[in-house]
C-alpha cells in the first residue's frame, strides 16, 4: 500500500498558490506515495479550556494526521513567518500533552512566494516547531518556491517547466525518505 500524506495547506484563500502547489505535488508524486490535501478552514483556535470535551473540528483534524504516514507542509509567508492559521493546526494537532498526533511522522517542508526570497523565513521558523514536535525532516532538496505568481495557468496547471521538473525531483525524493523513514 503507499504511503498516506497529509498535506497540509497554510493558507485559507481558495485559490491560493499554496493550495494549487500541494494540488501539483499530489499530481506528481509516485505511486509509493498517497497524497491528500488538508485545509484549515474547518479548524477553530487552540484554547485549553476545551481540552476536556475537545471541539469536533479538532479531533477529526488530529485523527487526519494520525492516519497518516507523512506530513508535507506547504505554505506562503506572512511577514516573515508561518501564517497564523498553520500555526494553529500545529497546536491543534500537538495537544493533549503527551499524545501529539504529530509525534514521530516524517515531514517535508514547501515553502513559496511570489517574492524571490520564496518564503524562506516562514520554512524556516515551520522547521522550529517542526523540532519540538519531533518530526524528522526531509533535509535536502530545500524547497523555497519563488515567483510563484505566473506559475499556474486558469485551470491551475503548471505552466513552468524549470518548477514541474523541480518538484518532481522534490517528490520523488520525498517519497525515497519516507520509505527510508518506515523501514
Ligand atoms: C503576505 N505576503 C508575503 N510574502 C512574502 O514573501 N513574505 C512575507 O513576509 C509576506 N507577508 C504577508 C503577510 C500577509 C498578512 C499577507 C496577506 C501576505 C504575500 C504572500 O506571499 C501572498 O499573498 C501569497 O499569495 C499568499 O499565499 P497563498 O494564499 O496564495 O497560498
Known amino acids: 500500500a503507499p504511503y498516506r500524506v497529509a498535506v497540509v495547506v497554510g493558507s485559507l484563500r481558495s485559490n491560493g498558490f499554496s493550495l494549487r502547489l500541494g494540488q501539483a505535488l499530489a499530481k506528481l508524486a509516485p505511486d509509493t506515495l498517497k497524497l491528500d490535501i488538508v485545509t484549515l478552514q474547518d479548524l477553530s483556535f487552540y484554547n485549553q479550556d476545551l481540552e476536556a470535551s475537545a471541539p469536533a473540528d479538532w479531533i477529526t483534524f488530529r485523527d487526519k494526521i494520525k492516519a497518516s504516514d507523512a506530513v508535507l507542509f506547504v505554505t506562503p509567508e506572512y511577514n516573515r513567518s508561518i501564517p497564523g492559521v498553520l500555526k494553529n493546526a500545529i497546536d491543534v494537532g500537538s495537544r493533549p500533552y503527551g499524545k501529539s498526533a504529530f509525534d ?53 496547471d503548471l505552466v513552468k517547466p524549470p518548477l514541474r521538473e523541480f518538484l518532481q525531483t522534490y517528490i520523488d525524493a520525498f517519497a525515497a525518505w519516507v520509505a527510508q523513514q518506515h523501514k
Open 104 to 156: 514521530k511522522k516524517p515531514a517535508g517542508v514547501v515553502s513559496n512566494s511570489p517574492g524571490a526570497i520564496g518564503a524562506f523565513g516562514a520554512n524556516h521558523h515551520l522547521r522550529q516547531c517542526l523540532t519540538f514536535l519531533n518530526m524528522p525532516v526531509l533535509q535536502q532538496p530545500e524547497a523555497y518556491i519563488g515567483g510563484i505568481g505566473d506559475a499556474f495557468d486558469d485551470a491551475g
